[in-house]
T-cell receptor
């Protein structure tokens, strides 16, 4: 199993550009989530999904969209990038309930 | 006040020392996770606890549900243990995690 994969690993955007961060998992996990990690702060939940076709907002959803058309994929879209979205983004997946979390390798995004 | 507090924020140890990292939380939880993040690296799950104690190699994690407290212990620490250790709690009936800010551990040879 590849586990949780994320692409790209690094990205530089200009303010106002849009892009999609890709996340995929091959473990048939129902639960997938996106987090951002900023210096001095714990990881914060952006959006999550409890299954294909179902998504919901987390703690910091503004400026981001998600969709879950398949169990495997959970892309995160930045609609109009802002410098405040400079961060490291992690995708994670798990089975429902109390279950081990599997994290992707992260995407380091810089918005200038 | 953060719902998940870790201490210390930074810890420097000499190789071979016994290390303890603490995590306190203020919400009801269904499980607590300890995660490890190496510099520039991804995040790896070390333990998931809902009660008692778990051991894996030189790592031991304990949780006291009544006191809302968990500890991560590293015995015979080694420079390769240098990383950020993150405590995260899972509340209620969802898989949502609330994270602490992490403890940066440096083990010197």
């Amino acid at each position: 199993n590849a586990g949780v994969t994320q692409t790209p690993k690094f990205q530089v955007l200009k303010t106002g550009q849009s892009m999609t961060l890709q996340c995929a998992q091959d473990m048939n996990h129902e639960y997938m989530s996106w987090y951002r990690q900023d210096p001095g702060m714990g990881l914060r939940l952006i959006h999550y999904s409890v299954g294909a076709g179902i998504t919901d907002q987390g703690e910091v959803p503004n400026g981001y969209n998600v969709s879950r058309s398949t169990t495997e994929d959970f892309p995160l879209r930045l609609l109009s990038a802002a410098p405040s979205q400079t961060s490291v983004y992690f995708c994670a997946s798990s089975y429902p309930g109390t279950s081990e979390q599997y994290f992707g390798p992260g995407t380091r995004l810089t918005v200038t | 006040k953060n719902e998940v507090e870790q201490s210390p924020q930074n810890l420097t140890a000499q190789e071979g020392e016994f290390i303890t990292i603490n995590c306190s939380y203020s919400v009801g939880i269904s499980a607590l996770h300890w995660l490890q993040q190496h510099p520039g690296g991804g995040i790896v799950s070390l333990f998931m606890l809902s009660s008692g104690k778990k051991k894996h190699g030189r790592l031991i994690a304990t949780i006291n549900i009544q006191e809302k407290h968990s500890s991560l212990h590293i015995t015979a620490s080694h420079p390769r243990d240098s990383a950020v250790y993150i405590c995260a709690v899972m509340g209620g009936a969802t898989n949502k995690l609330i994270f602490g800010t992490g403890t940066l551990l440096a083990v010197q040879p």
